[in-house]
């Protein structure tokens, strides 16, 4: 850990307009960025007394190696450009808001000749209109399953709607009434944008006249005693009905709002959102995660950025504390939703009286979640205090890598490597190698541990002495590089594949890394050099660590080499041609149709295919030729493929 008087800037070097300022590592990663409105007073904050810093924040300062800054115009720039750079680097200490799910939207697709009513998660596609978000989809299918009976749109994929409308012969929804059936004309296009429209209104909030209209039309039906037509409309009514009960009114004005509240400790914070369209609560999320701030208006604006960076915002939010400089937060929100947005604290009523119940929500879901988590944090602590006693380490390892290799009699050989930081699995950084060999061909379990290792830390060399030699270049950033070196390297295996990680690290010069092996048999921990392995009790925490992590390498690399021997167990007359790659077979066979036609096929036919220029379509031709060539054949069972199949 670095002293951070030895990276401070000077303090007349700073200036004080606002901005955005990133923090690296020894490595050039960033590791944190922020944005202040005086970046002089905001980075002097860092470097002052270092135990009255927020415990998070004294881990930020003493990994960093370095600080830089941006100035801006105003704080919306601020704003802006702070939340671009979290995305762009992911930096570690910058604590993410938002959990991990993408909430589902019950879309109507308006842009469509024929409207089509379906679940939706993800980016907004422009022409389809959107209601929700829904905490489950199946609170949607229930939903839409009961509105169908009065407004009965669309569902069904392009697919199916093209083979009905080849066939002449609607789906079940279309014989059942859950459907209009336009793909065979039952309805005109202009009756089922109608029906659509409805739709959506209702969703929108304006229920009642249709209620009230179809409570007339069972009267009169009544009346005119048609009486299975008034009890068809009466069940309509009851759909209706139940439909409007899923989500009760709150907000009897219409507001389209989102109402947060946090509940927080001395680490970490529970946030509760609950969705209010139309007045009613369409949905409702919670998470817990870790603080980076002491004060709540700063969680605030975090969190507001955070979860309003990839989602649609609403006319509304209603917060707990109002954060820094909300009118710049408003404004930013405004640009986002692409109108003005209200942000601020409820005072009385409905809107008051909601927020309590969000509150409530949220403290009892922090409780929860530390009476879940006390015996793992606990245990993940004890865990890395454990292995760092038994291997002899300086610092508790805060980050491991695992490696595992996997084939079958030496075919198709692949390597994983799995990250754990602070004990718990990073799933961003795990990475896959294809085992090409050593010079001599051999795929053994040593040599193919030995050429991972060799790829993974040659990179690592790459890039510290690439930092080396331009210490105040920008590192790039793309997803392919590895992010950190690890504190302990772990590998499936006992003293031969230690040995041979270890040729790594010492023909590489790195003796920054520790090393350990664990055996399968006994669950013996072997180091370099060594000639007997420690033996950690079985009850220990630090043993179900590294066991978990030699699991998930060897689960990773499993699932890898199935991927690639599922793929390599049929071979087409295209595979192994030079210069014809994936994309390359596919445009072929999309205009040939198969690997027959594509064999009668001339090389000036071959070279009008796009991609395919006049030396490719010369070779495709040569290399297939004009005789009949061996057919392909299904390796698993033997099985011969037809043409059309081997595609």
């Known amino acids: 850990m670095a002293d951070p008087a030895t990276y401070r800037p ?18 050039g990663r960033v590791i944190y960025v922020g944005k202040a409105k005086s970046l002089r007073s905001r980075l002097s904050s860092y470097f002052q007394d270092i135990a009255a810093l927020h415990p998070r924040t004294q881990r930020m300062v003493r990994a960093g190696a370095s600080v830089e800054w941006t100035v801006v115009a105003n704080e ?48 907004k596609r422009k022409g389809t209109r959107y209601f929700g978000p829904y905490t489950h989809a199946w609170a949607i299918r229930e939903t839409l399953d009961l509105l169908l009976r009065v407004f009965p749109v669309r569902t069904c994929s392009k697919g199916v709607f093209k083979r009905a409308e080849q066939s002449g012969r609607p789906c079940l929804l279309g014989y059942i009434d859950k459907c209009s059936a336009p793909c065979v004309g039952w309805v005109s296009p202009e009756e089922h944008r109608a029906l659509a429209e409805e739709l959506c209104d209702f969703l929108a909030g304006r229920t009642d006249r249709f209620v009230r209209r179809l409570e007339r039309e069972m009267k009169a039906a009544a009346a005119a005693l048609d009486f299975e037509q008034a009890a068809r409309l009466r069940d309509d009514v009851t759909a209706l009905t139940k439909a409007l009960e ?20 001395e680490l970490e914070v529970a946030i509760q959102v609950f969705h209010v369209r139309g007045g009613r609560i369409r949905g409702q999320r919670g998470w817990v995660a870790e603080k980076d701030a002491e004060d709540l208006p ?29 009118e710049d937060m408003a404004a930013w929100l405004g640009e986002r939703r692409g109108s003005r947005v209200t942000l601020r604290v409820p005072q009385r009523g409905d809107k008051r009286a909601l927020m309590a119940t969000v509150e ?11 009476v879940a988590r006390a015996g793992d944090l606990t245990a993940r602590s004890q865990a890395l205090q454990e292995l760092q006693e038994a291997l002899g380490l300086d610092d508790a390892p805060l980050r491991i890598e695992g490696y595992d290799i996997a084939h079958v009699q030496g075919s198709d050989v692949v390597g994983s490597m799995v990250v754990f930081e602070d004990g718990v699995a990073r799933k961003s950084e795990y990475r896959r190698f294809i ?15 030995h050429e991972v290792l060799s790829r993974r830390f040659a990179r690592h060399v790459k890039d510290r002495e690439a930092e080396a030699a331009a210490p105040d270049a920008q590192q790039p950033t793309e997803a392919s590089r590895f992010a950190y070196p690890p504190n302990l390297v772990v590998v499936d295996g006992g003293a031969p594949q230690v040995a041979a990680a270890q040729r790594v690290l010492d023909e590489l010069g790195i003796v920054d890394v520790a090393l350990v092996g664990l055996a399968k048999r006994l669950e013996e921990v072997w180091l370099p050099g060594d000639e007997y392995p420690v033996i950690l009790p079985r009850t220990s925490d630090a043993l179900f660590l590294l066991q978990r992590l030699r699991d998930e390498a060897h689960r990773f ?6 991927e690639r021997r599922s793929k390599s167990m049929t071979r087409s007359a295209l595979d192994g041609i030079p210069g014809l790659g994936e994309s390359r077979r596919k445009a072929l066979l999309a205009r040939f149709g198969s690997v027959k036609r594509i064999r009668a096929a001339s090389a000036q036919e071959l070279g009008e295919t796009p991609g395919i220029g006049p030396a490719l379509a010369e070779r495709i031709a040569a290399e297939l030729g004009p005789t009949e060539s061996a057919p392909a054949v299904n390796l698993t069972t033997g099985e011969v493929l037809d043409e059309g199949e081997s595609r």
Do not use: C
Not at 246 to 258: E, F, M, W
């Open 435 to 449: 085992v090409r060999g050593d010079v001599e061909g051999r795929t053994d379990d040593t040599a193919s541990m």
């Open 10 to 27: 000077a303090a007349g070097s700073i200036p004080t307009d606002p901005g955005v300022y990133r923090f690296r590592d020894e490595h």
């Open 557 to 562: 690399a499993n699932t890898f080499h199935r």
């Open 360 to 370: 409530r929500n949220a403290t009892q879901s922090l409780a929860r979640h530390k």
């Open 246 to 265: 899923k989500s009760a009114v709150v907000l009897p004005d219409g507001t389209d709002a989102d109402v947060f509240a946090l509940a927080d400790d």
């Open 298 to 326: 700063e969680l605030v604006e975090h969190l507001l950025q955070q979860v309003y960076g990839g989602e649609e915002v609403p006319r509304e939010v209603l917060v707990p504390v109002l954060p820094p400089q909300e």
């Open 76 to 123: 919306v720039e601020a704003l802006q450009l702070e939340y671009s750079w979290i995305k762009e680097y992911d930096p570690r200490f910058n604590v993410k808001y938002r959990d991990d799910k993408s909430y589902p939207y019950l879309a109507v697709t308006m842009g469509e000749e024929f409207p089509r009513a379906q679940v939706r998660r993800g980016a």
